[in-house]
């Protein structure tokens, strides 16, 4: 007699390797359906973003390439999980559901119902830790709280040791016949018209291998230089893993062996690895913040930012989305991000605290607006960073640290190499003009074709007069 087929629920861990519920369903060898459930219908669940949706149909297609060379292949299906894990559990007499927990509300919800739908029809269901280095419930302290603030929150996560070591990609998986599903294209993931996603196409490869490939390349050429070169956007100077970790292409797990590994193999990358783990440090660190405050995307850490002063002004906000704000490097970020669905961290932290300090618009519209366009859109890390520069997050940045943006760019930007790339009208401005071009005389901006106000924005606020109001308002709201 044939066992009866198991199903793998895939979530947020699109890789065969070291994915411990196809391996734990794997082993018991019966006839397994690999099935998505795309679901925008579950409680709690926030909509992904344009950019998110494009990378996810990339990478079901790479799942599903991966799964047939093994002999089996991947089962989309749309709905609430609650319903359709059940349902197909039920169509294809499956004896089991495995999956990989994502510890994070809503998700951590989402299963809590399907793990009960099919204890009602008397199904069994397993769950395995993945995605977190550590489960956060191992870093409580005695007042029941993980730690707030980031060194202390690594330093003890380093101490419990290496997490478990990672596991294969299954070599063969018996499949289930006349399991019905959508097609990528009926999931309508992708752009069409217009199709926007040139220049995505142009940046990424995405999937299992391009992760691994990444991480490789990474660990084999670029940590040496990472100390030095991971603040400059003119440079190609940091793994760029993101997206694939965000989709779980790629598991931290498999980074961190990864990396120990390379840095035993070549002392000499040891110092650049330290500070990438630590990087992969602060992923883990938004995500237990998650785990602890599922409203990190609406709701100030810091109850004291709530009544916080916040302009209201489209005009603002729409010239920085645009990259129209006549600060080059804030421009160049901006479009830089519109393009490839990604931004480099330096100019991440300098158009955010643009967004919130220079022009006081609460930095709730700036997350949304990275939600919708980044690649790598994190539930957990990208309100975490926006409430980080904003200052009303955990472990946040100052508030009186206000980043001048003509010097960021000429510190992180030096030649204005990344500003020619993005900003184009600008780039035949000379390197010391190049972050502050209303400095240039008008036969310097004549020479280089800028004309400001005209094929480029004088700037739209004045950065000594935004610093001081900035300054200003925070003092306010701390003192409530
Ligand atoms: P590397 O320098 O190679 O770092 C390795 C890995 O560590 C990254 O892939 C990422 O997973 C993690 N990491 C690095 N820096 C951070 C950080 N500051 N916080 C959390 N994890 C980090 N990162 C996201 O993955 N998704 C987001 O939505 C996101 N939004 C952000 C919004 C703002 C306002 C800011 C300032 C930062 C945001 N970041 C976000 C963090 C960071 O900018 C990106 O993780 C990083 O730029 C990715 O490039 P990389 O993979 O080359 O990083």
Redesign the pocket.
């Known amino acids: 007699m044939t066992a009866l087929p198991i199903i793998v629920w895939f979530r947020e861990s699109l890789r065969l390797s070291d994915h411990p519920a196809l391996a734990a369903a794997a082993e018991r060898g019966a006839p397994v359906i690999c099935l998505y459930v795309f679901d925008e219908h579950s409680p709690g669940l926030r909509p992904l973003g344009g950019a998110t949706r494009w990378w996810l149909a990339q990478s079901l297609r790479s799942l599903q390439t991966r799964l047939r060379e093994i002999g089996n292949d991947l089962v989309l299906r749309c709905g609430a999980a609650a319903t359709v894990v059940p349902a197909v559990a039920r169509e294809s007499n499956a004896s089991a559901v495995f999956w990989n927990d994502v510890a994070q509300a809503p998700q951590r919800d989402v299963a809590k119902d399907v793990d009960e739908a099919l204890a009602m029809l008397g199904i069994e269901s397993n769950s395995f830790a993945d995605d977190l280095l550590v489960d956060p419930l191992r870093l409580r302290g005695k007042d029941g709280r993980g730690p707030r603030v980031f060194t202390p929150f690594w330093k003890r996560l380093v101490a419990l040791g290496d997490p478990p070591q990672t596991l294969p990609a299954p070599k063969s998986l018996t499949p289930v016949a006349g399991i019905s599903g959508l097609s990528v294209e009926q999931l309508e993931l992708e752009p069409t018209a217009p199709d926007w996603a040139g220049g995505l196409r142009e940046t990424w490869q995405v999937g299992e291998r391009a992760a691994q490939a990444r991480l490789a390349s990474?660990l084999e050429t670029t940590v040496q230089t990472?100390v030095a070169d991971?603040d400059r956007p003119d440079q190609d100077?940091?793994?760029?893993?993101?997206?694939?970790?965000?989709f779980g292409e790629i598991s931290?797990r498999q980074?961190w062996h990864a990396a120990r590994f390379a840095a035993a193999a070549r002392p000499v990358t040891a110092g650049g690895i330290d500070k990438?783990m630590s990087?992969?440090?602060?992923?883990?660190?938004?995500r237990h913040l998650l785990h602890d405050r599922p409203d990190l995307a609406t709701r100030n850490l810091q109850a004291t930012f709530d009544a916080f002063p916040w302009r209201h002004d489209d005009a603002g906000l729409r010239a920085w989305q645009r990259g129209r704000t006549g600060y080059p490097i804030v421009d160049a970020g901006m479009r830089e991000l519109w393009h490839t669905g990604?931004?480099?961290?330096r100019v991440?932290?300098v158009?955010?605290s643009f967004l919130v300090k220079h022009l006081l618009i609460d930095w709730r519209h700036?997350?949304r607006w990275?939600?919708d366009t980044?690649v790598?859109?994190?539930a957990?890390?990208?309100p975490?960073?926006?409430q980080?520069?904003a200052g009303s997050g955990a472990d946040a940045a100052p508030y009186f640290r206000v980043f001048n943006p003509v010097l960021q760019g000429e510190k992180f930007d030096p030649d204005g190499a990344y500003v020619r790339r993005w900003v184009g009208e600008l780039a035949a401005l000379p390197a010391p003009l190049i972050q502050r071009p209303w400095s240039a005389t008008p036969v310097e901006l004549a020479s280089a074709g800028v004309t400001l106000d005209g094929n480029y924005p004088a700037p739209i606020v004045d950065h000594k007069m935004a610093r001081e109001r900035a300054l200003a308002a925070y003092a306010r709201a701390r003192k409530g």
Do not use: I
């Open positions: 990474f990472y991971r100077g940091t793994s760029r893993l993101s997206p694939h970790l965000r931290p980074v990438f990087e992969l440090g602060w992923r883990e660190f938004s990604t931004m480099h961290n991440r932290m158009v955010a700036g997350e990275f939600w980044l790598d859109a994190d957990a890390s990208n975490a960073s926006w980080w520069v």
